[in-house]
């Protein structure tokens, strides 16, 4: 299940010069694809009720970029445009790998899922594999950003490299329809998002799991994972073993 650095170097600069050549342009190039916050696994706006919620289980990761904010007012509008199309891109490209729903997608990062009733019935994916899949994106999203979009950003001028900020936790998630008739959507609730989005922008260039992503993940001989403690909070650095 390694991803493929290459394929996803390619992929994103295939992308980055999309963007650059649309900038030249003055135009956009067309991209149709359902909204990202109605792939909830399980959950549709259209059948749903307001008011009616439900709870399941997800492997949660949050992804963001450091200093992004600062990084933008340095750089400015346009290198900005082009590091976010190489970013969120190589980014989702490791999404993809590990086969997570994208829930929503920030300015700078991004909140996946893994897991709850429908992949378990559809793709077999069991918690402890929808932990799994969610701490190795995290990881392999630190290999990428060095690899891929750093060294696209410093081949193209882009301004100084990038770091990123990862939290993985998983647990229950109240599902709700929000909004009015013409406006809404399904949003996802739970201590567990706030507390990976929390672990995200506590680290740098490290992936930090909740203590119940520590203990799901699947043991086995001579494994490449290790955890380490991250401070008096409960949480854990998720790092490659030797």
């Known amino acids: 299940m390694t991803i493929d650095i290459d394929s996803i170097y390619q992929n994103t600069y295939k992308h980055y010069l ?8 003055k135009a956009m190039f ?7 916050s109605d792939v909830i696994p399980g959950f549709e706006a259209d059948k749903l009720e307001f008011g009616s919620y439900d709870k399941e289980n997800f492997a949660v990761l949050f992804v963001d970029m450091r200093r992004s904010t600062q990084r933008a007012q340095n750089v400015g509008a346009e290198k900005t445009f082009l590091t976010m199309h190489v970013f969120l891109t190589a980014l989702l490209e490791v999404v993809k790998h590990y086969h997570g729903k994208v829930i929503d997608i920030m300015g700078d990062g991004l ?3 893994w897991g709850g009733a429908v992949a378990r019935e559809e793709d077999n994916m069991v918690k402890s594999l929808a932990v799994q899949n969610a701490g190795l994106c995290g990881r392999d999203m630190l290999k990428v950003c060095e690899s891929v979009i750093n060294q696209i950003i410093g081949d193209e001028q882009l301004g100084p490299k990038v770091s990123i900020g990862v939290g993985v936790t998983f647990d229950s998630v109240i599902v709700t329809k929000i909004g009015i008739a013409d406006s809404y959507d399904v949003k996802a609730f739970g201590d567990c998002i706030n507390v990976a989005s929390h672990y995200a922008n506590q680290t740098e260039n490290k992936v930090k799991v909740s203590k119940k992503v520590k203990n799901e993940w699947p043991s086995s001989k001579g494994g490449r994972i290790r955890f380490t403690l991250a401070g008096d909070d409960g949480a854990y650095y998720l790092e490659s073993g030797s």
């Open 18 to 25: 999309q963007a650059k050549s649309n900038i030249i342009e």
């Open 30 to 36: 067309e991209h149709r694809a359902d909204a990202i």
């Open 111 to 113: 909140m996946v899922f």
